[in-house]
């Protein structure tokens, strides 16, 4: 909805009926010549439960007045607080943005500890990640908020090539002032689930859910735009997928490779953040050789498909003590035949 509204000094339009109560108060305060919502701050949540199902806890607490928008959005009115809540839902949860408008930081604060009260024992506490998803819709460039559970259970026997162990070697480059992690190998070998373990580790880290930009489209970097939101923005990392033409040598006429130089070890700097390529190249030599230079690139880690006895290996660190599992699993696995399988091919001799 467009909503015009006019004070004697300001006139505005409001695109959603959030944002016309939100500026409306605002524009009054200021009129008035007093404080109304000086502190802000943004809540997440997580709950194993129907989306309605929490928002109705919330809309009917007596701590406050509630209105329902949509069945994804709620209004929460209160003493000295303004709330708007954004909720999705997954296959097995929910997740909220809670942006919280208080007079003071306690008020703030009490209102976080009821919310998350209100979700009681449903409330998901494990890290999360949040991925910041950009793509092209038409000749704009549209984005996503998605939030995703940090509960890959990876394994080092999923990854033979690691040193020291996955956790070990996720925990080595968040440690690093390196930059530059490429993920190199063909589909199925683990590569996505690599990337979530760093994104999972980053919000164990941070005590909160990490925040990552996204893209898998190249027409997305042709431009500063992402570039620039990445170094004066607020995530903790840059996640390209499938960037097998953004990686390729500058001399083989690679035009965009030139703007993740420049933040990841250049003029303007990525200050602590980090950025992860993942790509299904599989030589050495078709990288270029700036990117992955010491002191930008932690690591080029090339993951490849499981020898037989590896992937046996795998079958049976997967099953846990499991007999009956493990044997399903080997079972399976032979089924395939002698040879080399990829990691996501162990995965489902699993299910």
């Excluded at 439960?49 to 959005?73: C, G, K, M, N």
């Excluded at 208080?102 to 991925?131: K, S, Y």
């Excluded at 078709?286 to 992937?311: F, H, I």
Aim: net charge negative.
């Amino acid at each position: 909805m467009n909503t015009q509204t006019r004070s004697p000094e300001v006139a505005y339009e409001a695109r959603y009926f959030q944002d016309h109560i939100l500026k409306q108060r605002t524009a009054d305060a200021l009129h008035a010549g007093v404080s109304r919502y000086p502190i802000f701050r943004q809540h997440r949540m997580a709950a194993r439960v129907e989306l309605e199902v929490l928002f109705d806890a919330i809309a009917l607490d007596p701590s406050w007045r509630a209105e329902r928008l949509h069945v994804e959005e709620l209004v929460v009115d209160g003493d000295g607080i303004l709330v708007m809540a954004y909720g999705t839902r997954k296959l097995e949860y929910c997740s909220v943005t809670f942006n919280i408008w208080a007079a003071d930081v306690a008020r703030a604060n009490e209102v976080r500890a009821r919310l998350d009260a209100l979700a009681g024992a449903t409330l998901i506490t494990e890290p999360r990640f949040i991925i910041d998803w950009h793509f092209r819709s038409g000749n704009d460039t549209d984005s996503a908020e998605i939030e995703e559970l940090a509960n890959d259970a990876l394994v080092d026997a999923a990854y033979p090539e690691v040193p020291g162990g996955v956790r070990s070697f996720v925990e080595r480059y968040l440690a690093a002032p390196e930059t530059v992690l490429v993920l190199q190998g063909p589909p199925g070998t683990g590569k996505t689930r690599l990337i979530r373990a760093v994104l999972g580790a980053l919000s164990a880290r941070k005590g909160q859910p990490a925040q990552a930009l996204y893209t898998g489209d190249m027409k997305v970097l042709e431009n500063d735009e992402m570039f620039v939101k990445f170094i004066t923005g607020y995530h903790d990392a840059f996640v390209v997928e499938d960037a097998d033409h953004l990686l390729k040598p500058r001399a083989d006429g690679n035009e965009h490779l030139h703007r993740f130089l420049t933040i990841a070890d250049g003029v303007v700097r990525a200050q602590g953040r980090k950025i992860i390529f993942s790509t299904n190249l599989p030589n050495v030599g078709d990288l270029d050789e700036a990117l992955v230079r010491p002191g930008r690139c932690y690591a080029r880690l090339n993951v490849r498909a499981l020898k037989p006895e590896e992937a046996q290996a795998l079958v049976k660190q997967m099953a846990g003590g499991n007999e009956h599992a493990a044997a399903r699993g080997l079972a399976a696995l032979a089924e395939k035949g002698a040879r080399s399988h990829s990691l996501a091919e162990v995965y489902r001799c699993m299910k």
